[in-house]
């Protein structure tokens, strides 16, 4: 891992812009390193740690490849193909979490560019539109709305309704875009795609101890549950170990710190005072536009502390996703795994439009909720 290591971090321009941003971020606030660690959610990164080693587990066993070739002669074009991974990701993303749903479908995605032709780095985008726009309806579909549902008192159902409108608004929308932007043309397959080998005892490991991974979780001891699946890997297929793109922890590190130091910013320190005091248009865009700034999860941990868990904070937290790549920790996740540097730049052609799209017609839309029609 040691040469490999370093050279993916000489590439990747990405996390050299957030070491440049918090040099400069520690320059205009109290220099205070000792506070860093502290900034960091360790939970979340042990369970990408986590996650990372069990996807890799499957994508090395050959799975994939299985599962990929047997869509890829089910799905006649590239439209019916794009759409089905598209609402798959969504509907992972509900119960499995946008970043869980994330490491199963981009993988797979990445296996089919090997058997037909598609335009991999669009479906990776709206892929991650899709599990954003997916995991709003639910409590447990992204750590943002766990924090609202347990602060809310609403029931699971109950909650569910309370987002139905604006999921159901997304998805319309996301697969009319999706139609519109991948042909109704017959895939075109790989002449050299050879058949695949795959290793069912590992896949059969990684699904056992991916139930370990999550009994861990729900026990609230997943350092144990990340060394369990370590350790497994290390005896079973230590090269699962080895071929994980450990830099991308590396990356959210670097970004809880940078949210830290630009939380500590003379101009956000007086944002909470004012929060309490806007209009429900001042709350929505607020909330979306600190969303694109420090990113929806912060975002929703900063405004609970001042408004209560409404809808119109539900909806507006989970808007933020879209539009800038730091709206949601799953658009980073995926334009990673994408492993090419022109994604980066396209996303925002999808997202933004996405962005503007959901402001408007989602707070036009809670309006009409709010009034009963």
């Given amino acids: 891992m040691n040469l490999s290591f370093w050279r993916a971090l000489r590439r990747d321009r990405f996390f050299q812009l957030l070491l440049l941003t918090g040099v400069g971020l520690s320059l205009c606030v109290p220099f205070a390193p000792r506070a860093w660690p502290a900034a960091v959610d360790w939970h979340t990164i042990i369970t990408l740690s986590g996650l990372m080693l069990l996807t890799k587990g499957v994508e090395l066993s050959g799975y994939f490849d299985v599962l990929g070739r047997r869509m890829a002669r089910r799905f006649a074009t590239q439209r019916r193909l794009a759409m089905f991974m598209v609402l798959a990701a969504a509907l992972l993303s509900t119960f499995l979490t946008n970043d869980v749903a994330l490491f199963i479908v981009v993988p797979l995605t990445l296996t089919l560019r090997k058997l037909c032709a598609i335009p991999v780095n669009r479906l990776i985008i709206f892929e ?51 139609g519109f932007c991948f042909a109704d043309r017959a895939l075109t397959y790989h002449t050299g795609a050879r058949s695949p080998v795959w290793q069912p005892r590992l896949v059969w490991s990684c699904l056992g101890l991916y139930l370990v991974f999550l009994t861990a979780l729900e026990l609230k001891q997943e350092l144990w549950g990340l060394a369990a699946v370590a350790v497994a890997f290390l005896l079973l297929a230590r090269r699962v170990v080895f071929s994980v793109d450990w830099t991308l922890l590396l990356v959210f590190i670097a970004m809880f710190i940078d949210v830290h130091l630009l939380t500590q910013l003379p101009v956000l320190q007086a944002v909470p005072d004012r929060v309490e005091t806007l209009s429900a248009p001042g709350l929505w865009l607020s909330a979306i536009g600190l969303s694109q700034a420090i990113g929806n999860v912060p975002a929703t941990i900063l405004l609970l502390n001042y408004v209560p868990p409404t809808p119109l904070l539900a909806w507006a937290v989970n808007v933020g996703g879209f539009g800038l790549l730091p709206g949601s920790l799953a658009n980073v996740i995926a334009l990673r795994m994408a492993n090419d540097r022109r994604i980066w730049w396209r996303f925002h052609l999808y997202s933004l439009p996405m962005l503007a799209w959901a402001a408007a017609v989602g707070y036009g839309l809670l309006r009409l909720v709010d009034a009963g029609l």
């Fill in 128 to 178: 991650a539109l899709a599990v954003n726009a997916g995991s709003l309806l639910t409590p447990v579909g992204n750590p943002q709305n766990i924090l609202l549902w347990g602060r809310s008192g609403l029931s699971f159902v109950g909650f569910i309704g309370q987002m139905v409108p604006l999921a159901a608004v997304m998805m319309l929308t996301l697969l009319a875009l999706c």
